[in-house]
Each structure stands twice: as C-alpha cells, then as structure tokens.
C-alpha cells in the first residue's frame, strides 16, 4: 500500500530564516505530487504541483519554491521566511493512471514564523 | 474558475443520528469530480468518497453516502448513525484540471461537525 510521509511535524522559525520542508511517497511510482497551504480556519490553496522529476508548476505567487529532486520526494523551500509563511502545509499524492485520481495527503507541517 | 460553496460553518449531531453537510458547486467543466475529506484536530486530511459528474448512482461508503444531485449542482454528505469520533473539520472539494495529468483540488470553506453523547 502506498504511504506518504511529511517532516517535520512542527516547526518554528524566525523571519527571514531558510525553510525546508519534505515530502517522500512510498508504494507508488511517477505520482503526481502536490504542497497545498492550509491558513488556520480555512481551507486548502494549491501552492505547487509536479507531474514528473524537475517538473514544477506553481498556482500563486509568493515567497516559496519547490523542488522534485527525485520521483517520489517533494520539497518545499524558502530562502527567507515571513511572517504570512506561517500556515499549516500538506503534500499530496495522486495516481495519474487513475480515473478518479483521489489526491491522498500526507500528516501535514505546522509552521510557525516568528 | 469553480467554485465550491460550504454554507454551514458548524453543525451539531447527536451521536447514533444522520446528518447532512451541505455543498454546492460551480463549473463549467461536463467532466469533473466531487470529494470530501474529513480533517480531525490532528490535521491530516482523511479521504472518505468521490462523485464522479458522469456517475448514474450516488456514491456510498460505509456510513457516507454522497447525495448527487447534478441539475442542482449539489453533493450533500450524509453521515450515517453519527458516532463521536466524526466530531471534525469536513471539505467539500472538487477536481479541476491543471495541464498534464495533473489536477488541481479546489476546496470549500469547511463545515466543522460537532457530534454530541
């Protein structure tokens, strides 16, 4: 069975400093992969999308990044923090050979910017 | 651009009763798709039942079921004999394409459900 997997769970960080945040899919291959950002109360917004190894599409523009250095391992990055980072982030995974392509998610990261 | 409507932002239940979240939606789209997933206190975002739009029979999953009503551009979860642990945050999403294979989820605002011994 497939598993997606996020760390870290929880994280606080001051402004401005560098962020790394990983996503790896287990049981699957060639998904396509997903960081959506959830504010408190609200519900998700699309940040990034990939179809394939350094294959990156993003939804809105911010202070984010993301990277697919391999085909089942997701990044998400930021050089300087700010404030607005702060959020709770999911990473998700679909089948692309499916139909109905349910996207699954991972636990999520808690980021708190400081 | 679609658009998905959750009216009730809290909803009380009590334990062994049914009850509704309610979801409308926006699309131009012939062919698209309907989710809800669950999110308890911890976060994680739990999938519980897709409605495709060309799905005759309104999807059911243990105690879900979804109620598809096209022409109404509606689907309902209804939540059988309601027991404590569906207390949670509830979302309503719909598929719409992106490029490529990829699809996009776009959610609703969420309906937290509250479900009382």
């Known amino acids: 069975s497939q598993t997606i997997h996020q760390w870290p769970a929880t994280l606080v960080q001051p402004v401005g400093s560098p962020l790394s945040l990983e996503c790896t899919v287990e049981g699957t291959s060639n998904p396509n992969l997903y960081w959506y950002r959830q504010a408190a109360g609200r519900g998700l917004q699309l940040l990034f999308y990939?179809?394939?190894?350094?294959?990156i599409s993003s939804e809105v523009p911010q202070n984010l990044s993301a990277s697919r250095p391999q085909d089942r391992q997701f990044i998400l990055s930021s050089k300087k923090l700010l404030l607005s980072d702060s959020g709770f982030y999911l990473c998700?995974?679909?089948?692309?050979?499916?139909?109905?392509?349910?996207?699954?998610f991972g636990p999520g990261t808690r980021l708190l910017v400081l | 651009a679609q658009k998905i409507t959750q009216t009730q932002p809290g909803m009380f239940v009590q334990e062994k009763e049914a009850v509704t979240l309610d979801c409308t939606y926006d699309?131009?789209?012939?062919?698209?798709?309907l989710f809800w997933y669950k999110q308890p206190s911890s976060g994680e975002m739990i999938f519980l039942i897709y409605?495709?739009?060309?799905?005759?029979q309104n999807a059911t999953e243990g105690r879900y079921s979804l109620n598809f009503q096209k022409a109404r551009k509606s689907a309902n979860l209804v939540i059988s004999a309601s027991q404590l642990g569906d207390s949670a945050m509830y979302f309503c999403a719909m598929r719409e394409l992106l490029s490529g294979s990829a699809r996009q989820l776009t959610f609703g605002s969420g309906t937290q459900l509250t479900v009382l011994p």
């Open positions: 990939s179809i394939g190894i350094d294959q």
């Open positions: 699309t131009s789209d012939q062919s698209y798709g």
């Open positions: 409605q495709g739009s060309y799905d005759e």
């Open positions: 998700a995974w679909s089948d692309a050979n499916r139909v109905q392509e349910t996207q699954y």
